[in-house]
């Protein structure tokens, strides 16, 4: 930080990538997604034609092996459970309380998937400013707090979302309720969490495309991002059809509601799907 031929990028005060000139000459570049997914600082030596790939060392690389398995594992089995669960709702295979305990196990998955990719950020290896492409890991911790950085915000705010969910699926089993109620301790929840999940996958869009709003076909990370994100967008159109009317105790519209929970889980699912390959 602070050396005269480093050059920074990214979107306000986040910094996403950083370019400089080692010791040695030639270039390296330090991207926060790449770094703290996979390990990796690109390295171009003087005079080569091709960049190589740098950074942590084996210890660091198992680390990030097992929370990103676990992560992806976790959203792929949460995913899936949505599914089933709008699935059973829609078709009408189970009563409310069915439906509520699916839900539930894959709200369980989703907090698990949340926290883990909190833990990721935390644990993520560092670069060393001016070396010839170093990341060094830090002692192993259970939280930080970091909001100057873009990944840890986007992560926290995933992992926060998920808890408002778990309140909002906790209240799902409650009977007996007025439509009053429902929207209050059911639909505000859902919503709210909706919003949170939106706000963390267009801080992930800021990280990854380093403020600059743009598709990037060959990177698999902007992939995973664009497919959680579509997801996140299914999520709150089914939140928002699944207002309860307070003159007819009916939903807005019950079918987009499920239909808008089954694909918008889905591509969670895909998206853990994909994360499996993005490891170090």
């Known amino acids: 930080m602070g050396q005269p031929d480093q050059r920074a990028e990214g979107a306000g005060p986040f910094t996403t990538r950083l ?16 770094a703290r997914r996979r390990g990796l600082i690109t390295v171009r030596p003087p005079g080569a034609a091709d960049a190589r790939h740098a950074g942590a060392d084996d210890t660091v690389l198992a680390r990030l092996r097992r929370l990103n398995a676990m992560a992806a594992t976790a959203f792929v089995i949460g995913g899936a459970l949505f599914a089933a669960g709008a ?16 839900y539930f196990a894959g709200g369980l998955f989703f907090n698990t998937g949340g926290y883990v990719s909190l833990l990721q950020v935390i644990n993520a290896p560092r670069h060393v400013p001016g070396a010839e492409g170093t990341l060094i890991a830090r002692r192993w911790r259970w939280w930080s707090y970091e909001p100057m950085r873009v990944d840890w915000l986007s992560a926290f705010v995933l992992f ?18 007025t439509a009053q109620q429902v929207n209050r301790l059911i639909w505000a929840p ?11 996958g267009h801080l992930a869009f800021v990280e990854i495309c380093h403020g600059r709003p743009r598709i990037r076909q060959r990177d698999l990370g902007w992939w995973i991002v664009a497919v959680n994100q579509l997801g996140s967008v299914l ?23 499920n239909w808008g929970t089954l694909t918008g889980a889905l591509c969670f699912s895909a998206g853990g799907i994909l994360q499996h390959y993005e490891r170090p």
């Open 87 to 102: 699935a059973v709702a829609q078709f009408g295979s189970g009563d409310a309380t069915t439906c509520a305990s699916i």
């Open 235 to 257: 999520f709150m159109v089914s939140a928002l059809a699944a207002y309860t009317r307070p003159a007819t105790g009916s939903l807005i519209n019950a079918d987009i509601a």
């Open 160 to 177: 926060a979302g998920t808890l408002v969910f778990a309140v909002d699926l906790l209240d799902s089993f409650l009977q007996g309720l």
């Open 190 to 200: 859902d919503v709210i969490g909706c919003v949170l999940f939106l706000i963390s």
């Open 19 to 34: 370019t400089w000139q080692p010791p040695g000459g030639g270039t390296a570049v330090w991207e926060s997604r790449p």
